[in-house]
């Protein structure tokens, strides 16, 4: 019976989750990352965000994936249970002091707040696979083609 109650809390949760979700079109995850700082963040442009988040979710902000060590990673940007955020299953160092839950809404700002974390311990961007497979060292304006934004774009740099 207990587990049929933790079942019913649990789909609960999600579909609570799913319904705050959101699917971003690229231009406007471009502003809202534009309006919270990220252009030139540690040298990363608006274009190196779109393209790592594009290849970790989609844009997706409720998007959940799981990985052989037990870790999920959250959110639009995929912030693993192991390190960054407390899914209340796995052990984790909780680097940003937040619940993975929070990662699955459409509020970005905690999501970009904890990005930043990541994006300032020693890896950068190259702390995400997908960055360094798709992102890192290609042409990242094509990212903001179609958008009415003024942002700097920095020529074609690799990750050393």
């Known amino acids: 019976m207990e587990a049929r109650g933790t079942v019913v809390v649990l789909l609960a949760m999600l579909t609570v989750a799913s319904v705050d979700a959101k699917?971003?079109?690229h231009c406007e995850l471009a502003e809202k990352l534009e309006k919270a700082g990220l252009n030139d963040f540690k040298s990363y442009t608006?274009?190196?965000w779109l393209c790592m988040a594009h290849y970790e979710s989609g844009f997706d902000t409720s998007f959940i994936d799981h990985n052989p060590d037990g870790s999920s990673e959250y959110g639009i940007f995929q912030l693993n249970s192991a390190?960054?955020?407390?899914?209340?299953v796995t052990p984790t160092q909780n680097l940003c002091y937040m619940d993975c839950r929070d990662l699955l809404n459409r509020h970005l700002l905690d999501d970009i707040m904890c990005a930043k974390r990541v994006v300032n311990s020693q890896e950068g961007m190259a702390a995400w696979d997908s960055w360094k497979r798709h992102c890192s060292g290609?042409?990242?304006?094509?990212?903001?083609?179609?958008?009415?934004m003024r942002v700097k774009v920095h020529p074609v740099k690799t990750n050393t």
């Open 46 to 48: 608006i274009g190196d």
């Open 83 to 88: 390190w960054w955020c407390d899914n209340g």
């Open 23 to 25: 699917i971003y079109e």
């Open 138 to 148: 290609h042409d990242l304006s094509q990212w903001l083609k179609g958008c009415k």
